[in-house]
C-alpha cells in the first residue's frame, strides 16, 4: 500500500484495556506481564491492545524523590538514588525494549499501544509509544505537561508527537491523563480525525469518568481509558515516601493496600459506557467497535467541521522538534536539521537561519 493510500477500514472492531499494575522499576518483569497479557488479549479476538500509562516500569506514585525540605540535605540523596533507579529501569527510543514491544505486536498480530518511561539523556519522559499488527513502530506521543508532583521526574513533550495514525482499525491517537484537561489538545485530535482516542492515565477519581465521557460525546469518538491497578506490594521496599499512605489515601499499611484502583472504561461517541469503569481487580475490559459510530454521530456536532467558527477561532500548532543545541558549520551551513529546512533557509544569512529555528 503506497503512502497516500488510505487504508480500508474495517467494519467491526474489538478493542482490549489491559488494566494492571507495573512490576514497579522491573522492565524485565513488565515486559514478560505485557507479553503474556497482550497474548490473551488477542486470544480473545482483540485487534488493539492498551495498556496504562507508564507501564514500562512504573508511575511513580508515593514519592516526591527527596524534594520538599530535605531537597539538599541527607533526603536529596536517597532521592537521587531512587531517580536513578527508575532512569535504569526506563525505555529508550529506538531501543531493544521497542524491538520487543514490536515483535510482541507481530506475534499476536495485533496493534498496541503501551505507556512507558522514556528516556533521552539524563531526562525522563511519559510516553506512549505506537506498533501496529506487523510490528512495525508507527511512532511516540510525549505527555506535553506532566501534572503536579510528576513534574518533580519528568521533562515535557513538544508539538513534533501529537500523531493520529491512519490504521484499517481507524484514526488511533492518544493523549495522557490530564493533557486531557487541556482543550486545544483535545481540539488538535478531532482536526486529526481521530476516531479511536487512547486514553492511558493514572487517575482513578470518579470525576476522570466525568472527563472520559465528555470527550466521547465532544469529539464523537471512541475513548480506551486504561489506568493501573496497584497495592503496595508492587513498589520495592522504602520507594514509597514514609506516611504516604496516611497522608494521601488514609491508613493502610498492609501489603496488600491498594495504591491505585483502577477505573478503567471504554466509551462510545455518545458518551455512553460500553465496558467498564472496573475498580479494584486487575482486568481486561473488551468492547467491539462499529467506527461508524464515529460518522453517524457527526450529523449534529462536528467541532472540527460545521460546529466550529474558523472566522472567529482558529489553533495553530507548533510541530516542530524543539532542541536546546542546534549545531553550525564553520561555512555557516546548520548542521543536523532536516534537508527539506535546509533549503528553505538556502538563501538566508547564518543569522537569519538561527532565528527562524528559535522559532
Known amino acids: 500500500m503506497s503512502a497516500n493510500t488510505k487504508p480500508t477500514i474495517m467494519k467491526n472492531v474489538r478493542v482490549a484495556v489491559v488494566q494492571t499494575g507495573s512490576v514497579a522499576f522491573d522492565q524485565e518483569a513488565c515486559l514478560v506481564k505485557l507479553e503474556q497479557l497482550t497474548k490473551t488479549a488477542a486470544t480473545n479476538g482483540a485487534k488493539l491492545v492498551l495498556f496504562p500509562e507508564a507501564y514500562v516500569s512504573a508511575y511513580p506514585r508515593g514519592s516526591l524523590f527527596g524534594a520538599g525540605n530535605e531537597m539538599y540535605g541527607a533526603g536529596a540523596e536517597a532521592g537521587r538514588e531512587k531517580y536513578r533507579i527508575y532512569w535504569e529501569s526506563s525505555v529508550e527510543i529506538p531501543g531493544p525494549v521497542v524491538d520487543r514491544l514490536s515483535a510482541v505486536a507481530r506475534s499476536n498480530n495485533v496493534y498496541l499501544v503501551v505507556g512507558v518511561i522514556e528516556r533521552e539523556l539524563g531526562t525522563l519522559y511519559c510516553t506512549v509509544v505506537h506498533f501496529d499488527d506487523k510490528g512495525v513502530f508507527l511512532g511516540k506521543h510525549r505527555k506535553l505537561i506532566p501534572t503536579f508532583y510528576e513534574r518533580m521526574v519528568w521533562g515535557r513533550g513538544d508539538g513534533s508527537t ?23 489538545v483535545r481540539m488538535n485530535m478531532y482536526q486529526k480525525g481521530i476516531q479511536i482516542y487512547c486514553a492511558p492515565n493514572a487517575d482513578g477519581c470518579e470525576e476522570w469518568n466525568v472527563t472520559v465521557r465528555h470527550i466521547a460525546l465532544e469529539g464523537r469518538c471512541f475513548v480506551l481509558s486504561c489506568n493501573q491497578f496497584n497495592r503496595k506490594s508492587d513498589f520495592p521496599e522504602g520507594f514509597l515516601d514514609p506516611g504516604f499512605e496516611k497522608n494521601v489515601y488514609g491508613e493502610g499499611n498492609e501489603e496488600n493496600f491498594i495504591i491505585s484502583r483502577g477505573g478503567s472504561c471504554i466509551v462510545s461517541p455518545q458518551g455512553k459506557f460500553i465496558a467498564g469503569p472496573v475498580y479494584n481487580q486487575d482486568a481486561i475490559l473488551y468492547a467491539d467497535l462499529d467506527i461508524n459510530d464515529c460518522i453517524r454521530g457527526k450529523l449534529d456536532l462536528d467541532t472540527a467541521g460545521h460546529y466550529s ?5 482558529n489553533l495553530s500548532v507548533k510541530t516542530k522538534e524543539q532542541r536546546n543545541v542546534i549545531n553550525v558549520s564553520h561555512d555557516g551551513d546548520l548542521g543536523q536539521i532536516p534537508k527539506t529546512t535546509k533549503r528553505e533557509v538556502n538563501d538566508e544569512s547564518t543569522e537569519k537561519k538561527l532565528e527562524r529555528l528559535a522559532i
Open 162 to 184: 501529537l500523531p493520529v495514525y491512519e490504521t484499517p482499525l481507524g484514526k488511533v491517537g492518544s493523549v495522557i491523563c490530564w493533557e486531557n484537561y487541556m482543550p486545544l
Open 309 to 313: 467558527r474558523p472566522d472567529i477561532f
